[in-house]
């Protein structure tokens, strides 16, 4: 059986099925958790400092599962490397599909209808993962320079026909709204940083040692000057006796 259609998984009845304890087994309330399948959460170029942030927000209390946030992913991530390249924008998924999905397996096909019986309340089995959303949440987060915001917004609306619900597009300039960073780009800002200060550092240095030497050199040519002074008086004295 292929995959089932998004809706089928959208009630929002039930509490977060989410318990999941990795050193505690046994107080575990799942099972065994499906693999993910957004593959990745931090995309283009996050050492760079952009001007602006283009936020997709979803306007509907709903779930949204991880294959279809994959499939946006893929799609805003496509068309921003096409358009701006690898190096002109960063982009960040900002939830994560911790909810997981429970189905009630049945078997299909004539004469199976047994199987189903007296089974009204049953929990299911694991099947999959979904973010679970709240009206006004940001889903997905871009950063581009001014150039880029148009592209951008083209970009995120491809999202549309992927998540099933309604969105919307907030463009504006506070940056470090998005959060952290990857920790590979934090270890690029960290050493670019500490690479400026040193170089701060060492002109200052340079600086004070020019002016270290000049002021030397000053005294050199004042004593230099005195002694010529004093040579010119002595000869004007021995003029004199002569």
């Known amino acids: 059986m292929g995959l089932r259609p998004g809706h089928c998984y959208s009630s929002k009845k039930d509490r977060a099925f ?3 304890a990795v050193k505690v087994h046994r107080k575990s309330y799942v099972g065994a958790i499906p693999g993910l399948k957004t593959r990745q959460f931090n995309m283009g170029n996050g050492a760079k400092e952009f001007s602006h942030i283009l936020d997709l927000k979803v306007e ?32 960040k998924i900002r939830a994560y599909p911790f909810h997981i999905l429970r189905e009630n397996k049945q078997a299909q096909g004539a004469g199976a209808d047994r199987v189903s019986s007296g089974m009204s309340h049953s929990f299911g089995k694991n099947i999959g993962r979904a973010i679970r ?16 915001v148009e592209v951008a917004k083209k970009a995120l609306k491809r999202a549309n026909s992927r998540i099933g619900a309604k969105i919307s597009i907030r463009v504006g ?47 050199k040519d004042e004593k230099k000057d005195e002694g010529k ?13 002569k």
Not at 141 to 147: I, K, N, P, T
Not at 191 to 213: D, H, M, V
């Open 18 to 20: 989410t318990r999941y």
């Open 60 to 91: 509907e209390h709903c779930q949204v599962r991880d294959n279809a946030v994959e499939s946006v992913r893929m799609a805003i991530n496509r068309y921003l490397n096409t358009h701006l390249g690898k190096e002109g924008y960063f982009m």
């Open 133 to 148: 959303v709240r009206p006004g949440q940001k889903l997905i987060s871009v950063l581009v320079d001014e150039e880029g």
């Open 173 to 219: 300039t506070d940056v470090e709204s998005i959060g952290t960073r990857p920790k590979k780009t934090r270890d690029i800002l960290k050493a670019e940083r500490e690479e400026a200060k040193a170089k701060e550092e060492a002109e200052k240095e340079g600086k004070e040692g020019e002016k270290k030497e000049e002021g030397k050199g000053e005294k």
């Open 229 to 241: 002074k004093e040579d010119t008086k002595q000869d004007k004295k021995e003029a004199k006796k």
